[in-house]
């Protein structure tokens, strides 16, 4: 099967079913609960593809990565810090593998990112410049793996969505001129 690209299947005039909660799904099969459910994608990848596989079997079009946290301050949490583009590229490889297991239909992953788990100045400790930095190399290394689509997502602040989406579209003109961020 050729599969289209994510932009030409959203022009399709039809709905495109999703995969739901990744960290819930973690939870709910009996994993050890851990602040840091993005360090499976390292140390227990077969839990992350088992959850892939779930939805897809369900009927899911478009998973998203297990790197919903899988940034620089709350992987900091978990002593990390330093991983995140391993935790990254590794969600994304977990992803697309389980994906490839279902030839027959066509199957994109999406990069998930989001809230940095910290507050922004003046309400907090991390500067605007250190919170663009830091969705930079979360999202560069989404994209550098190979992700059809980037979803910026449950985000309460909405100055840390204006700079998830600043940082992602200026890490997408480099690495994905032709996917749309916005």
Do not use: W
Request: glycine fraction near 6%; aromatic fraction near 6%; proline fraction near 4%.
């Amino acid at each position: 099967m050729t599969k289209i690209t994510f932009r030409e299947r959203l022009q399709q005039n039809k709905p495109i079913l999703s995969d739901g909660a990744m960290g819930t799904m973690l939870s709910d099969n009996s994993i050890v609960p851990t602040s840091c459910f993005e360090a499976l994608n390292i140390s227990q990848p077969y839990v992350v593809q088992a959850v892939h596989r779930a939805y897809i079997e369900a009927g899911a079009e478009l998973i998203e990565t297990n790197t919903f946290g899988a940034n620089v301050y709350k992987l900091g949490n978990c002593e990390m810090a330093a991983e995140v583009i391993d935790i990254n590229c590794a969600g994304v490889a977990i992803a697309k593998q389980v994906a490839a297991e279902f030839p027959d239909r066509q199957i994109y992953v999406a990069g998930s990112v989001g809230p940095l788990g910290v507050r922004l100045r003046p309400y907090g400790r991390v500067r605007v410049r250190d919170a663009l930095a830091a969705f930079r190399q979360q999202v560069e290394a989404l994209l550098s793996c190979g992700i059809d689509a980037l979803i910026l997502e449950t985000f309460s602040d909405h100055n840390e969505l204006l700079l998830a989406v600043e940082a992602s579209r200026e890490i997408a003109i480099v690495f994905a001129p032709n996917m749309s961020v916005g």
